[in-house]
Every structure is written in C-alpha cells, then in structure tokens.
T-cell receptor, first 109, second 121 residues
C-alpha cells in the first residue's frame, strides 16, 4: 500500500514569502505519476502540477514541483493572497491505483 | 472547453443504493489515454479515490470499497455512472468526477463541482 505523508499539516506564512510543501511516499514512485492540487473552501480541487514538475494549463510560474523517488516538493516562490488554501499530493500507479496525501493547509500568518 | 457535472440524490438512507452520474463535454471517453474517475471527500477530510473508467473499457476500483461500488460508462451519452450499494453514514461526502489523460500522468485534470451526498435515516 502506497501512503503519502504531507508535511507540515499547517503552514503559516505571509504574502510575498516562499512556501515549501513536502510529500513523502512510503515507497519509491515514478515521477511521471505524482501530482499536486490546490483546493479552496467550497470548491473542487484544481490540478497544479503533474508528472512531479509540469505545471498544468493556466498555473502561474510561481508554482513549481520537484522531487523523485519518495520525496516530492511543491514550492510557491512568492505567495499571493489567493494562494492560501489546502494542497494535496497524489500518486498514480501504486496500490491502491490512486492515493492522496492528507493535505497541507497554507494559512495567512 | 472541458466540463464535468455530477448529478444524483442528495440524501439517501442507510443500506440503500445510490447512483451518481457524471455528464461531461469537451472530450471523448473513446479517445486513447482518456479516463474519468470518481473521488470523494467527507466533510473536513481528505480526498479519497474511488474508481476510474478508461477509454479502452478497463475499470479499476479502490480496494477499500469492498465491492460495493460499480463504475460504468456510456460513451455515446458522454456519461460515467457510479453505483454504490449498502450505503452507510460513513459514505456521507462530496462526490466529484474528474477527467484524466495519460499525457498528464493520469492526474485529474478537470473536476466537476461536486455533489454532497448525505446518508442518514
């Protein structure tokens, strides 16, 4: 069973600061199948990053993804007010086929 | 423009069967590499993947569903249906459908708005 552990659970930062969110897998993953999502209250998730480091359509370049094996990172270079939200990582191809992390809440300090 | 929308009852009783329909536009589920999946989110909790139907008629399920869920597709109607049997209050959640494609590493590219299903007597 592939388990994704996201840290920290909550990240308190100010607009303009840099955010670093971590996603650690219980076993090695293919970078081709690691994605990140943003979810705001009352909204559906939005795909930010796919294949570990590729930005989805329309995603600003302040969002970047990196990592391989068991350690993956989502970085927001300079926080905008609209970036404060919940973030999930997700893997494909393991067992179960899809797994989501438990989420990181990015809140305004 | 790709859109997906979930529809179905909002309140069901325990032990009943629930059928949710995802109606989509802007892509075809007969195109190579395409899939439509279902994901749910209990109130205040994380996302949980449930099932996926692929362009080639392959279907996969979460092993935690204990065979209660069935996914079917109707390519001509641009619909994917999720049927859930023997519902329990723990199945109360917002249910989303989303499309995926191999070119996107099978991440869920576009999501429907979600539909809140409450299981209560």
């Amino acid at each position: 069973e592939v388990v994704l552990t996201q840290s920290p659970g909550t990240l308190s930062l100010s607009p303009g600061e840099r955010a670093t969110l971590s996603c650690r897998a219980s076993q090695s993953l293919s970078s081709d199948y690691l994605a990140w999502y943003q979810q705001k209250p009352g909204q559906a998730p939005r795909l930010l990053i796919y294949a570990a480091s590729n930005r989805a359509t329309g995603i600003p370049d302040r969002f970047s993804g990196s990592g391989s094996g068991t350690d993956f990172t989502l970085t927001i270079s300079r926080l905008e007010p609209e970036d404060f939200a919940l973030y999930y990582c997700q893997q494909y191809g393991g067992s179960p086929l899809y797994t989501f992390g438990q989420g990181t809440k990015l809140e305004i300090k | 423009q790709i859109t997906l929308k979930e529809s179905g009852p909002t309140v069901v009783k325990p032990t009943q069967t629930l059928t949710l329909t995802c109606t989509f536009s802007g892509f075809s589920l007969s195109t190579h590499g395409v899939g439509v999946g279902w994901i749910r989110q209990p109130p205040g909790k994380a996302l949980e993947w449930l099932a996926i139907a692929y362009w080639d008629s392959d279907k996969r399920y979460s092993p935690y569903l204990k065979s209660r869920f069935t996914i079917t597709k109707d390519t001509s109607k641009n619909q994917v249906v999720l049927t859930m049997t023997n519902l329990d209050p723990m199945d109360t959640a917002t249910y989303y459908c989303a499309n995926t494609h191999r070119a996107f590493g099978y991440g869920f590219i576009k999501w429907g708005q979600g539909t809140l299903v409450t299981v209560s007597s």
